[in-house]
């Protein structure tokens, strides 16, 4: 090769090397794949590469022995400067892959810190609610046996309303209300006492244990209004949750069983009303008010401690649980997820997944009746539909949305069921769960939530 090409050939293929600079720092993690400079380096290699070629190629005059062998040596030169490139770029979009993968296992492993990390607080939040409570229990209970009838009264009337605060039954709180309905020397004491135990509990006076007087008083009850059997069932949970002997704890569950059981017809009825009334008509309003109340029965037939089926020898127990299921469905949220918080705490382990659906608007109720509807057939728990317009935010698209990252193949079946039922768009969302959502959920792996986007049904 003449000495006037030889610089132009050298200055080429030192800009071969030189686009890939850029390249090698993308391996280093410095830049991105996209990165102009890496684009750009990689063309650069590729232009001033083919120059080099054709000016190794151009010194060639004839087509004789002299021009093959150039060419040859050309050839070889550009398969070396393209395994060059092709190794480069390959060893790129592995180092790429190789990264990602890397920053998706430590955003797991941040998440899953973070969801420990938030139900070690509400456990902890939860221990020391329990510790503060107990607390409260131990100094209304020591004035309970004071000898100044004041003090009495206030610490009735204390331990009472620390139950009803929390909306369940504190067994050895309400056996210290027992006690003073029954033998305390002051009417005002024993009337106060009443007041916060279930009804018809005073005429068991024969009876001086509370957990004998509720099962005893439970297993006389028979259609009585759900209002007043409502304290039954509570303290009935409370028995079932505290009680140290298991034929206890078991006649327990059985009476739960029996009273949950006898109001499913009643639920089934106004779940079918609700439907034939007008949305948003004070009918409606009405019915589902009444629907609410039954709420903690309906929950607790649906699990496998309330084997429903078998107390209905006329219905199938497919239909039984059809009857549960369409209860649900017209059932607040709130109401549910009230009646799941006061289930006892092996039963409600055993609990479906719940599903909490919103709408953008109510045009989309009707679709999305159908989504619930197919939902409950996959055994699924899925109260009642919230129309969020106006009240809260509407998604571009329609979310699934998911609380712990192990959820999230789970998130994945609730939308494939949602699309097969008529849904438009759809995507699966991980959100750090709130203390409301804690709180009413008694294993947030099993809750999930479907946001509606304004075109999704």
């Known amino acids: 090769m003449p000495t006037r090409n030889i610089l132009p050939f050298c200055i080429c293929l030192l800009f071969v090397f030189a686009g890939q600079v850029p390249v090698a720092f993308a391996l280093l993690g410095k830049l991105g794949s996209s990165s102009s400079y890496v684009i750009g380096g990689m063309m650069l290699s590729i232009v001033t590469g083919v120059i080099a070629i054709g000016i190794f190629l151009s010194q060639a005059q004839t087509l004789g022995k002299e021009w093959l062998d150039k060419a040859d040596l050309a050839l070889k030169a550009a398969g070396g400067l393209l395994a060059i490139v092709i190794t480069f770029w390959f060893g790129l979009l592995q180092h790429e892959q190789e990264q990602k993968a890397k920053d998706a296992a430590d955003t797991k492993a941040a998440l899953e810190l973070q969801n420990q990390s938030i139900l070690a607080k509400k456990l902890e939040k939860d221990r020391l609610r329990a510790a503060e409570n107990a607390i409260r229990f131990r100094e209304f209970l020591s004035h309970i046996s004071s000898t100044d009838a004041y003090l009495r009264l206030q610490a009735v009337t204390n331990i009472g309303e620390l139950i009803s605060e929390h909306d369940a039954y504190d067994l050895t709180a309400s056996q210290s209300l027992f006690t003073a309905a029954h033998h305390d020397a002051d009417e005002k004491i024993r009337k106060a006492a009443l007041i916060f135990l279930p009804e018809g509990i005073e005429q068991i006076a024969e009876t001086t244990n509370f957990t004998s007087a509720v099962i005893e008083l439970t297993k006389k009850k028979s259609s009585a209004d759900w209002s007043q059997e409502y304290k039954l069932y509570l303290a009935l949970v409370s028995i079932k949750d505290s009680a140290s002997n298991p034929a206890t704890q078991k006649t327990a569950g059985d009476l739960i069983t029996q009273l949950s059981a006898g109001k499913i017809e009643d639920a089934s009825k106004l779940a079918a009303s609700i439907t034939t009334e ?15 109340q039954l709420a903690p029965a309906i929950i607790y037939s649906l699990t496998a401690s309330g084997n429903v089926p078998t107390l209905f020898p006329n219905n199938t127990a497919a239909e039984t649980t059809q009857k549960i299921q369409e209860a649900i469905q017209n059932t607040s949220p709130d109401a549910v997820a009230s009646a799941i918080k006061n289930l006892p705490r092996e039963v409600a382990q055993q609990l479906s997944a719940r599903v909490y659906l919103q ?8 679709q999305a009746k159908q989504a619930q509807s197919a939902l409950g057939s996959k055994g699924y728990i899925c109260p009642g539909i919230q129309n969020v317009k106006g009240r809260g935010y509407i998604p571009d698209t329609l979310e699934v949305r998911y609380f712990v990252i192990e959820s999230k193949d789970e998130a994945e079946k609730i939308l494939d069921v949602l699309k097969e039922k008529g849904a438009r768009d759809g995507r699966v969302s991980y959100v750090i769960p709130t203390a409301s959502d804690l709180r009413i959920s008694p294993d947030i792996k099993s809750h999930f939530e479907v946001w509606a986007g304004k075109s999704s049904f």
């Not at 007008?278 to 609410?292: E, G, R, V, W, Y």
């Not at 709408?359 to 009707?366: D, L, S, T, V």
């Open 359 to 366: 709408i953008a608007n109510e045009a989309q109720r009707a």
């Open 278 to 292: 007008l949305p948003n008509s004070k009918a409606a309003a009405d019915n589902t008010a009444k629907l609410d």
